[in-house]
């Protein structure tokens, strides 16, 4: 066997090792009390695989390291609005009190015709989203929330910024919500 090929080999080995040790970066098991950072970029949540368990009280800190202004909703079921994706059908913070800080994080559902415009919103309306936070380049929020025992099974996060152009780039994720 040639030398390149026996080094190749061993570089292999080593890149398997290393991925072992280091754990997957991607995916995050949050304790009772305990709270995981997820950072939202172009186009991704990183991580993209969160683990809680139903009847603890878990904090998710939205940090945007990105340079475009992102959103996170939990959900289920994508919804799709005049032909663009905005957000779930099923809120998973519906009848659910999530403590945020800055509270000003919070987008509101709003009644109002889609033609009005506010700020960056504009050509970017879903104003009937459920609960969803919006953080600008730089900016970070909490949401301290407990999970209810109805809730154990798969959730998704995402972002639908740009009519839903966000998350077809992949800015989207998974909560998993384990039996307590
Ligand atoms: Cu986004």
């Not at 009280?57 to 340079?67: L, P």
């Not at 959730?155 to 009519?163: P, R, S």
């Amino acid at each position: 066997m040639s030398r390149s090929k026996l080094s190749l080999i061993g570089l292999i080995g080593m890149v398997a090792l290393v991925a072992a040790c280091g754990g997957d970066p991607s995916t995050a098991t949050v304790e009772d009390g305990g709270e995981v950072v997820i950072e939202a970029s172009e186009y991704q949540f990183t991580p993209d695989t969160i683990e809680v368990t139903a009847g603890s009280t878990v904090t998710f800190v939205i940090r945007n390291t990105g340079q475009l202004r992102h959103e996170f909703m939990i959900g289920r079921e994508v919804r799709v609005t005049d032909g663009a994706k905005d957000g779930f059908t099923m809120d998973f913070f519906h009848d659910l009190e999530p403590v945020v800080v800055p509270a000003d994080a919070v987008m509101e559902d709003m009644d109002m015709d889609t033609d009005t415009t506010m700020g960056d919103m504009e050509g970017d309306e879903h104003m009937d989203h459920g609960f969803m936070v919006v953080r600008q380049p730089d900016e970070e929020a909490s949401i301290t929330v407990t999970i209810p025992e109805d809730a154990v099974g798969d959730w998704e996060f995402g972002c639908f910024v740009e009519d839903g152009a966000h998350y077809e780039k992949g800015m989207m994720g998974t909560l998993t919500v384990v039996e307590g």
